[in-house]
């Protein structure tokens, strides 16, 4: 029997980082419990006066997040607080399948169109690998605003 997954994030800003990676992955916040969000409204607002109600101070609404795929496919992504900082690279990183079934300069043409849009978000370029076949198609290894390492592959 497989298993489902949830990826977890260490983060300084759970928010900032769940909505980066929201942005980059097409998922979705999801609405507190028992709490209609309508479309349009920002689950994140709906979340901290979920909060507020239930009497958790301002201070500590920023400590989790997570995002979900909206298709129900991909595994969840979970963002906690935490204080220290990343201070070396990252055991795990995320692929982000950016070309699908493109090969050669078209494949690398669309991973540098993502990239530039990743930039955008507040990510940082750090390197590109060139295709070598058979093997390697290439890719563009970048980081998220809290020094995550992932790849555009």
Request: glycine share 10%; aromatic share 6%; charged share 25%.
């Amino acid at each position: 029997m497989s298993r489902h997954i949830q990826v977890t994030f260490d983060a300084h800003d759970p928010a900032a980082l769940s909505t980066f990676w929201r942005e980059v992955l097409g998922y979705v916040h999801p609405g507190p419990p028992g709490v209609d969000v309508p479309a349009g409204t920002d689950p994140l607002a709906a979340w901290d006066g979920f909060l507020a109600r239930i009497g958790v101070p301002p201070e500590q609404r920023n400590t989790r997040s997570a995002i979900e795929d909206p298709d129900g496919v991909g595994p969840r992504l979970f963002f906690q607080q935490v204080p220290e900082d990343k201070v070396a690279k990252n055991r795990v990183h995320l692929d982000v399948r950016a070309a699908p079934g493109l090969q050669g300069e078209e494949r690398m043409a669309a991973l540098e169109a993502e990239c530039d849009r990743l930039i955008a978000l507040g990510a940082k370029r750090v390197q590109r690998y060139e295709p070598q076949p058979p093997m390697g198609a290439g890719n563009i290894v970048m980081t998220d605003p809290e020094g995550n390492e992932f790849c555009l592959d």
